[in-house]
């Protein structure tokens, strides 16, 4: 059984500060890893992806990955009344047939408070 | 260049009536999927395809879902007849290929009555 464990929030913190969202996961086998943003009434839109341990950053987002245990975050610099959504993580994993289907999260409600 | 293309936006129609989604990928890529998300959810797979190939139909309700990829580019998912739980947001999305990132359309709002 495929899990991906989110905090649904809400999460609320002032503008111009981290925002921090976390994601754990249940499968080992599972080799990307994603995190998209939905707001209310759209679809979700990607803005991180990473596949190796470590730090990725992109502009004022920064995912992290540590597989050992098995746990994904995202980190919003600079957070902004724009990034008001829900944070979805998605994990990708790999069986015999090659990349699965993404197993979602039941996202994070982030809140930045201007 | 141009996004996922899905269409219709809204849906709303009555229980025991058959419904269809269509999906136009972005050019070029090759693997397409059907998700559906429920209010609070995050989306649930349930069709992946590779290409023309329908390479992971697990999660589909085959009793009443059905969908084809002709030519491997555009896609349609059908429910026939549909259900009150049916009720949700049907995304399609596409990749390059298996494992890469994925883009999602808009979406097709569905209420069943």
């Known amino acids: 059984q495929k899990e991906v464990e989110q905090n649904s929030g809400p999460l609320s913190v002032p503008e111009g500060a981290i925002a921090s969202l976390n994601c754990t996961y249940s499968d080992r086998g599972s080799q990307s890893f994603f995190w998209y943003r939905q707001y209310s009434g759209k679809s979700p839109e990607l803005i991180m992806s990473i596949y190796s341990n470590g730090d990725k950053e992109d502009g004022r987002f920064t995912a992290q990955l540590n597989k050992a245990s098995q746990y994904v975050s995202l980190l919003i610099r600079d957070s902004q009344p724009s990034d008001s959504a829900t944070y979805l993580c998605?994990?990708?994993?790999?069986?015999?047939?090659?990349?699965?289907?993404?197993?979602f999260g039941k996202g994070t409600h982030l809140i930045i408070q201007p | 260049e141009a996004g996922v293309v899905q269409s219709p936006r809204y849906k709303i129609i009555e229980k025991k009536q058959p419904v269809a989604f269509w999906c136009n990928p972005i050019?070029?890529?090759?693997?397409l999927y059907w998700y559906l998300q429920n209010l609070g959810q995050g989306p649930e797979l349930l069709i992946r395809y590779e290409n023309e190939e329908a390479v992971d139909d697990s999660q589909l309700p085959k009793d009443r879902f059905s969908a084809e990829r002709l030519k491997g580019v555009d896609s349609t998912l059908k429910i026939q007849p549909a259900e009150l739980g049916d009720s949700a947001v049907y995304l399609c999305a596409s990749s390059f290929t298996q494992g890469s990132e994925q883009y999602f359309g808009p979406g097709t709002r569905l209420t069943v009555t």
């Open positions: 998605a994990v990708n994993l790999y069986s015999g047939g090659g990349a699965d289907g993404l197993t």
């Open positions: 050019s070029g890529h090759n693997t």
